[in-house]
């Protein structure tokens, strides 16, 4: 088996970095931008868990891996933006709605109970 500087020389990391943003990439095109969004744990799980398992085979060791931000295309990311902003309204006024509910039927049953 070769090893990184068997073939990249002086020049390893180069190599180190050649072979990190290949495994990356191949790693992040396995999820939709959709799946991105949701589920950053899961992407930045497997993108670390691919990484040490490729570098292994170079007997390198990676350390930590941290995924510190994600771009996507303008229009789709303020999407994403607008659609949890709607969500969290949604949430909002159904938690207003229970509440009211509870008002309401606190108060019809006072009223039974006065009558």
């Known amino acids: ?23 990356l990439r191949d790693s992040m095109a396995k999820f939709g931008a959709l799946e991105v969004f949701y589920n950053r744990t899961t992407v930045e799980l497997t993108m670390r868990t691919t990484l040490q398992e490729k570098m292994l085979e ?29 969500n969290l309204q949604i949430e909002t006024v159904k938690f207003e709605q229970e509440e009211e509910t509870e008002k309401a039927i606190g ?6 109970t006065d009558a």
Do not use: C, H
């Open 107 to 112: 108060q019809v049953n006072k009223a039974v």
């Open 1 to 23: 088996m070769l090893f990184i500087f068997d073939t990249w020389g002086e020049e390893y990391e180069a190599g180190i970095i050649r072979i990190a943003r290949n495994v």
């Open 58 to 86: 170079q007997k390198i060791t990676v350390e930590s891996f941290q995924l510190l931000d994600i771009e996507l295309p303008g229009t789709l990311n303020q999407a994403l933006i607008d659609t949890e902003d709607l």
